[in-house]
């Protein structure tokens, strides 16, 4: 088989489609098979077109790096034919083609060969008359996309996978149209829409809207025949109709009218407008009215045209204006007469509204009128300067009338701060009533006078600082009256007699507010207290400080931090010539321990008393035979005084250094059951808080090896019969007490914490018992801020103070707290 029967041969199945035959020449043969051919690069456009490119003139020559041709951009742009639609002409000259090959008169081209082959396809000579050839002689519109089943269908594949079907259009719901969009040829050379609808079958295929160019061609020729009198021609006169408006459809009408346009102003709403938008030239009286033109609702359209009115006899356009401003002008005064008679309307309700507002207020007013009358006659009741002593009410009825204006006019007493009126009324009759009173004879006198006006005149909204002009009425009778009592009473007071002052203050705290009771504390009390310890001198004063300046010690607290700086600079020079003989010293500090900071009592001790003491156990001379205790006495007098450490520190420089080394001389004899009861009879001088001290008892294990050492080694000479046993048994028995004792004291302190623990739950469940019992019966129970009893804090209980220990309830009595029952106290306290 030859080559040409490969590249040249046409199949039959192929018709219509022309083929160039690919035939192998003596050329090609010998320019494959010769050596020596010249060999060229392949041009751009060589790459771009194949065989199709264009061949200069001058492609026999030898191409040299120099020489390049520069590119000819006077020649005709050719393109690639895309397979367009060819020319009317081009198509019917085809067709006749076509049909005579058809009839097979004709022969048939010859395929063109590679010489004869087409150098490029063009699409069209722009200045030339050449027409349009396809790619490969393929004619147009037969056999498009077959070339695929020679391939392997890439792309049918691959819209198949997203969704395409044959025979259906493009798209997700196959909305796409299947053929191109074909072209209709106008008929002449006029404008788009001269020639009627140029839609094409396809379009309306793909497009099913009805045109509005065929609706107006229709309305059109619908009035081209309205000229005539009658357009149906049946010669009949229609009758006009008429439509009539009731007032009350015009009214409706004019609501509406209101209501889809804004107010206007009353000077905008008479406003004369001409309208020259129409026809005729026309008049409105408001813009409301113009702004209605065009809606007219509740109405048909008009039964005959305009054309149809022209055509009428009766046309005259003066007095159908005329006539149509009269019904306007009418329709207006209708509708303002029924808006003024709606304004008439909505004026008598908002005035009945108003009358019954005023009504209402009226009886307010009258009602507050009455009250106030009423306020006036008791106010009038209180004594004025016009009457005379001893006829005005007394003290008693006027806190009934305070009662009265609060429990019935409390509006008009908060309103008018009749409170106020105490300061006339109420402060001559209690400055009266004090006048004669002495605070340290009688402490509760006027007391529950003084809690009655408290209940009536102090605000719980006013928290008053100091004594200012905004201070509350009770304040204001405190400070006033009560005040200047006590005042006189304290610069006659002597400071070492404290039990009375100390009992009226007591009684009279829970009355007074905080800032009265801090300025009596302060300002009256305290400077008295210091000018006192200034003058008191520890060595020739019988009575000991500590008596009246402890019951100090609830009231005043830190108060009495600057008297204690002078206390302390005095005892310690009264205890210059100090000796540990002497225990008054021991009494006179002792109750100061508590009250000084533990830092202040420390650096006390270690600068007045450890240094004495230190010289007395100096002194002590330890002598077996005949042991002189008063000194070691003296010193251990001191335990509670001083602290653990101070102490031990102490006894381990200047005692246990002399008792070891005599120790150390005696076990050399041979007596050692007078030392171990010598040994017992020293340890038995220490308290259990000294031997469980770690230090100590390091010193006593130091004797027992002292003593072991001894008997173990003999030293060569005679050791006692049974010594090794009893000192051994003696050390066995101490190492035991010492481990039976950390033991008992580990379980003590647990116990103590199990015991706190239990005893704060119960008292907690106590006060919470007591609070429910105070609610039942209407009994007023609280705290009493910053007071305490033996660190116990103090309640009162209605007009009782009490506290609080151990499950028992403890009142305040007249030297001393007295235990008393729940029920006891209830009915005290009502």
Same mark, same amino acid.
């Not at 009214?251 to 804004?262: E, F, Q, V, Y």
């Not at 270690?606 to 042991?627: D, G, R, S, T, Y």
């Not at 002189?628 to 101070?646: A, C, K, R, Y």
């Not at 007071?787 to 009490?802: C, D, M, N, P, S």
């Given at each position: 088989?030859?080559?040409?029967?490969?590249?040249?041969?046409?199949?039959?199945?192929?018709?219509?489609?022309?083929?160039?035959?690919? !035939?192998?020449?003596?050329?090609?043969?010998?320019? !494959?098979?010769?050596?020596?051919?010249?060999?060229?690069?392949?041009?751009?456009?060589?790459?771009?077109?194949?065989?199709? @490119?264009?061949?200069?003139?001058?492609?026999?020559?030898?191409?040299?790096?120099?020489?390049?041709?520069?590119?000819?951009?006077?020649?005709?742009?050719?393109?690639?034919?895309? /397979?367009?639609?060819?020319?009317?002409?081009?198509?019917?000259?085809?067709?006749?083609?076509?049909?005579?090959?058809?009839?097979?008169?004709?022969?048939?081209?010859?395929?063109?060969?590679?010489?004869? %082959?087409?150098?490029? *396809?063009?699409?069209?000579?722009?200045?030339?008359?050449?027409?349009?050839?396809?790619?490969?002689?393929?004619?147009?519109?037969?056999?498009?996309?077959?070339?695929?089943?020679?391939?392997?269908?890439?792309?049918?594949?691959?819209?198949?996978?997203?969704?395409?079907?044959? /025979?259906?259009?493009?798209?997700?719901?196959?909305?796409?149209?299947?053929?191109?969009?074909?072209?209709?040829?106008?008929?002449?050379?006029? %404008?788009?829409? @001269?020639?009627?609808?140029?839609?094409?079958?396809?379009?309306?295929?793909?497009?099913?809207?009805?045109?509005?160019?065929?609706? $107006?061609?229709?309305?059109?020729?619908?009035?081209?025949?309205?000229?005539?009198?009658?357009?149906?021609?049946?010669?009949?006169?229609?009758?006009?109709?008429?439509?009539?408006?009731?007032?009350?459809?015009?009214?409706?009408?004019?609501?509406?009218?209101?209501?889809?346009?804004?107010? +206007?102003?009353?000077?905008?709403?008479?406003?004369?407008?001409?309208?020259?938008?129409?026809?005729?030239?026309?008049?409105?009286?408001?813009?409301?009215?113009?702004?209605?033109?065009?809606?007219?609702?509740?109405?048909?359209?008009?039964?005959?045209?305009?054309?149809?009115?022209?055509?009428?006899?009766?046309?005259?356009?003066?007095?159908?204006?005329?006539?149509?401003?009269?019904?306007?002008?009418? !329709?207006?005064?209708?509708?303002?007469?029924?808006?003024?008679?709606?304004?008439?309307?909505?004026?008598?309700?908002?005035?009945?509204?108003?009358?019954?507002?005023?009504?209402?207020?009226?009886?307010?007013?009258?009602?507050?009128?009455?009250?106030?009358?009423?306020?006036?006659?008791?106010?009038?009741?209180?004594?004025?300067?016009?009457?005379?002593?001893?006829?005005?009410?007394?003290?008693? !009825?006027?806190?009934?009338?305070?009662?009265?204006?609060?429990?019935?006019?409390?509006?008009?007493?908060?309103?008018?701060?009749?409170?106020?009126?105490?300061?006339?009324?109420?402060?001559?009759?209690?400055?009266?009533?004090?006048?004669?009173?002495?605070?340290?004879?009688?402490?509760?006198?006027?007391?529950?006078?003084?809690?009655?006006?408290?209940?009536?005149?102090?605000?719980?909204?006013?928290? +008053?600082?100091?004594?200012?002009?905004?201070?509350?009425?009770?304040?204001? *009778?405190?400070?006033?009256?009560?005040?200047?009592?006590?005042?006189?009473?304290?610069?006659?007071?002597?400071?070492?007699?404290?039990?009375?002052?100390?009992?009226?203050?007591?009684?009279?705290?829970?009355?007074?507010?905080?800032?009265?009771?801090?300025?009596?504390?302060?300002?009256?009390?305290?400077?008295?207290?210091?000018?006192?310890?200034?003058?008191?001198?520890?060595?020739?004063?019988?009575?000991?400080?500590? +008596?009246?300046?402890?019951?100090?010690?609830?009231?005043?607290?830190?108060?009495?931090?600057?008297?204690?700086?002078?206390?302390?600079?005095?005892?310690?020079?009264?205890?210059?010539?100090?000796?540990? +003989?002497?225990?008054?010293?021991?009494?006179?500090?002792?109750?100061?321990?508590?009250?000084?900071?533990?830092?202040?009592?420390?650096?006390?001790?270690?600068?007045?008393?450890?240094?004495?003491? @230190?010289?007395?156990?100096?002194?002590?001379?330890?002598?077996?035979?005949?042991?002189?205790?008063?000194?070691?006495?003296?010193?251990?007098?001191?335990?509670?005084?001083?602290?653990?450490?101070?102490?031990?520190?102490?006894?381990?420089?200047?005692?246990?250094?002399?008792?070891?080394?005599?120790?150390?001389?005696?076990?050399?004899?041979?007596?050692?059951?007078?030392?171990?009861?010598?040994?017992?009879?020293?340890?038995?001088?220490?308290?259990?808080?000294?031997?469980?001290?770690?230090?100590?008892?390091?010193?006593?294990?130091?004797?027992?090896?002292?003593?072991?050492?001894?008997?173990?080694?003999?030293?060569?000479?005679?050791?006692?019969?049974?010594?090794?046993?009893?000192?051994?048994?003696?050390?066995?028995? $101490?190492?035991?007490?010492?481990?039976?004792?950390? @033991?008992?004291?580990?379980?003590?302190?647990?116990?103590?914490?199990?015991?706190? $623990?239990?005893?704060?739950?119960?008292?907690?469940?106590?006060?919470?018992?007591?609070?429910?019992?105070?609610?039942?019966?209407?009994?007023?129970?609280?705290?009493?801020?910053?007071?305490?009893?033996?660190?116990?804090?103090?309640?009162?209980?209605?007009?009782?103070?009490?506290?609080?220990?151990?499950?028992?309830?403890?009142?305040?009595?007249?030297?001393?707290?007295?235990?008393?029952?729940?029920?006891?106290?209830?009915?005290?306290?009502?």
């Amino acid at each position: 088989m030859s080559m040409s029967h490969l590249y040249g041969r046409r199949d039959e199945d192929d018709e219509g489609v022309e083929v160039e035959s690919f !035939e192998v020449t003596d050329w090609d043969l010998a320019n !494959e098979f010769n050596p020596d051919r010249r060999k060229y690069r392949q041009t751009k456009e060589q790459a771009t077109y194949g065989i199709w @490119a264009e061949r200069d003139s001058d492609e026999d020559e030898r191409p040299s790096f120099g020489n390049k041709k520069s590119k000819d951009y006077t020649a005709p742009v050719n393109f690639v034919s895309a /397979g367009l639609r060819k020319t009317a002409s081009e198509e019917k000259r085809q067709k006749e083609e076509g049909s005579d090959d058809s009839d097979g008169s004709g022969p048939s081209a010859p395929p063109l060969s590679r010489g004869t %082959a087409p150098k490029k *396809l063009q699409m069209g000579n722009f200045g030339g008359t050449k027409h349009q050839r396809f790619a490969g002689g393929i004619q147009t519109g037969k056999g498009l996309g077959s070339w695929e089943k020679h391939t392997k269908g890439i792309g049918q594949k691959l819209l198949q996978k997203m969704g395409y079907q044959a /025979g259906k259009g493009l798209g997700k719901n196959a909305q796409g149209i299947l053929n191109p969009i074909e072209a209709k040829v106008r008929k002449g050379k006029g %404008a788009v829409g @001269a020639y009627g609808n140029e839609r094409t079958q396809q379009s309306l295929q793909d497009f099913p809207v009805v045109d509005s160019e065929e609706e $107006e061609e229709k309305e059109f020729q619908k009035e081209l025949g309205q000229w005539r009198k009658d357009p149906a021609g049946t010669g009949v006169k229609k009758k006009p109709k008429y439509s009539y408006k009731t007032v009350d459809e015009l009214k409706a009408k004019g609501k509406l009218a209101a209501r889809s346009t804004a107010p +206007s102003a009353g000077e905008l709403a008479q406003v004369k407008v001409i309208d020259m938008t129409g026809r005729e030239q026309k008049v409105y009286y408001s813009y409301s009215q113009m702004s209605n033109k065009h809606s007219v609702p509740h109405e048909g359209p008009p039964s005959l045209t305009t054309r149809d009115q022209k055509g009428s006899g009766f046309a005259v356009p003066e007095l159908e204006h005329n006539l149509q401003l009269l019904i306007d002008l009418t !329709e207006q005064n209708i509708l303002q007469s029924a808006r003024r008679l709606q304004h008439e309307k909505d004026i008598v309700v908002s005035l009945t509204h108003e009358a019954k507002a005023l009504q209402i207020t009226l009886d307010t007013e009258q009602k507050a009128i009455q009250r106030m009358e009423a306020v006036q006659a008791l106010v009038d009741r209180f004594p004025s300067e016009d009457m005379a002593p001893g006829e005005g009410p007394t003290l008693q !009825e006027c806190a009934e009338i305070f009662e009265t204006l609060q429990s019935d006019y409390y509006e008009e007493y908060k309103t008018l701060g009749l409170g106020e009126l105490a300061v006339p009324v109420v402060h001559p009759l209690l400055k009266e009533k004090l006048r004669s009173w002495d605070p340290l004879k009688d402490p509760s006198y006027c007391l529950e006078e003084i809690g009655q006006w408290r209940a009536i005149l102090e605000s719980r909204d006013l928290h +008053s600082s100091g004594p200012d002009s905004n201070m509350d009425p009770y304040h204001r *009778l405190l400070w006033e009256v009560w005040i200047p009592v006590m005042r006189s009473c304290v610069l006659c007071w002597q400071p070492r007699i404290v039990r009375p002052m100390v009992e009226c203050v007591e009684i009279w705290a829970p009355l007074l507010p905080r800032w009265i009771t801090d300025y009596l504390l302060e300002q009256l009390l305290l400077p008295r207290l210091q000018r006192e310890v200034d003058n008191w001198n520890p060595l020739t004063d019988t009575v000991p400080i500590h +008596s009246w300046i402890h019951p100090w010690l609830l009231l005043l607290q830190a108060r009495l931090e600057p008297l204690y700086p002078p206390i302390r600079s005095k005892l310690a020079n009264a205890l210059q010539r100090w000796h540990p +003989s002497d225990t008054s010293a021991r009494l006179i500090l002792q109750p100061w321990k508590d009250v000084f900071t533990p830092g202040a009592w420390e650096a006390f001790m270690v600068k007045n008393i450890i240094p004495k003491l @230190a010289l007395c156990l100096e002194e002590l001379v330890i002598n077996p035979h005949q042991q002189q205790m008063e000194p070691f006495n003296w010193v251990m007098d001191w335990e509670g005084m001083l602290s653990p450490s101070s102490l031990v520190s102490l006894l381990v420089k200047n005692f246990f250094p002399k008792w070891l080394q005599v120790l150390c001389l005696w076990v050399n004899s041979s007596n050692y059951d007078e030392i171990i009861k010598w040994y017992l009879g020293w340890k038995s001088m220490f308290s259990d808080l000294m031997l469980s001290q770690v230090v100590i008892k390091e010193k006593f294990n130091e004797a027992l090896d002292i003593m072991n050492r001894a008997v173990s080694s003999g030293g060569g000479g005679y050791v006692q019969p049974g010594a090794r046993e009893n000192i051994a048994y003696l050390t066995q028995t $101490e190492r035991r007490k010492d481990f039976q004792y950390e @033991a008992m004291q580990e379980r003590r302190d647990s116990e103590s914490v199990s015991h706190r $623990e239990v005893g704060s739950a119960l008292a907690n469940n106590f006060l919470d018992f007591i609070q429910v019992k105070a609610d039942e019966n209407n009994i007023v129970f609280m705290p009493i801020v910053s007071k305490y009893h033996e660190g116990k804090q103090l309640y009162t209980f209605g007009r009782i103070v009490i506290y609080m220990d151990r499950g028992v309830v403890f009142v305040q009595g007249e030297k001393t707290w007295v235990p008393t029952s729940l029920q006891s106290l209830i009915d005290m306290a009502k």
